[in-house]
T-cell receptor
Framework: DVKVTQSSRYLVKRTGEKVFLECVQD?????MFWYRQDPGLGLRLIYF???????EKGDIPEGYSVSREKKERFSLILESASTNQTSMYLC???????????FGPGTRLTVT | RKEVEQDPGPFNVPEGATVAFNCTYS??????FFWYRQDCRKEPKLLMS???SGNEDGRFTAQLNRASQYISLLIRDSKLSDSATYLC??????????FGSGTRLQVQP
């Protein structure tokens, strides 16, 4: 069974704080993704990585950075959290090419 | 125009009803199509892939219409447990798949 885990289910941070969201997968997937999901806007791709140390911007990368030092781990970093980054953050992983993505349980981040 | 578009609903149907959702996509070169299901406050989970010839999995049937650039999901004999949001997912030519905003289904007793 594919397992994608995320470091926190719920997180509350203050404006201006640096925030780290971590994601770990145990299926040796090449691809890893970070999405955010907001009501009425659906899932929007922030960044994805197709190999260790490789990354590509998604549709809404502004205000975010990522790190992939090991194949199984993909981190999303909010350098200076803002209230408009309050959202549900979903990590996913898949095999290379057009592999079907499997999602982690999500982190509901609130920035106050 | 959005790359992948879905009617947000909600579709309110009685138990036992048949319901169908469509999803349109803009990139005619798209090759891969999927339906995901997402329960409230949970992560999306793969429901089924969509094949060119159409495919069925129990009460669920997925179809692809390349000429009109849409995919559909048909649910027969709806159960209360089918209440969820159904996400259409399309390969739009990038490395990452593109998700629609979802269609909400509410099955009522």
């Amino acid at each position: 069974d594919v397992k994608v885990t995320q470091s926190s289910r719920y997180l509350v941070k203050r404006t201006g704080e640096k925030v780290f969201l971590e994601c770990v997968q145990d299926m040796d997937h090449e691809n890893m993704f970070w999405y955010r999901q907001d009501p009425g806007l659906g899932l929007r791709l922030i960044y994805f990585s197709y190999d260790v140390k490789m990354k590509e911007k998604g549709d809404i990368p502004e205000g975010y950075s990522v790190s992939r030092e090991k194949k199984e781990r993909f981190s999303l970093i909010l350098e200076s959290a803002s209230t408009n980054q309050t959202s549900m953050y979903l990590c996913a992983s898949s095999f290379s090419g057009q592999g079907v993505p499997y999602f982690g349980p999500g982190t509901r981040l609130t920035v106050t | 125009r959005k790359e992948v578009e879905q009617d947000p609903g909600p579709f309110n149907v009685p138990e036992g009803a048949t319901v169908a959702f469509n999803c349109t996509y803009s990139n005619s070169a798209s090759q891969s199509f999927f339906w995901y299901r997402q329960d409230c406050r949970k992560e999306p989970k793969l429901l089924m892939s969509v094949y060119s010839s159409g495919n069925e999995d129990g009460r669920f049937t997925a179809q692809l219409n390349r000429a009109s650039q849409y995919i559909s999901l048909l649910i027969r004999d709806s159960k209360l447990s089918d209440s969820a949001t159904y996400l259409c997912v399309v390969n739009t030519g990038r490395r990452a798949l593109t998700f629609g905003s979802g269609t909400r289904l509410q099955v009522q007793p």
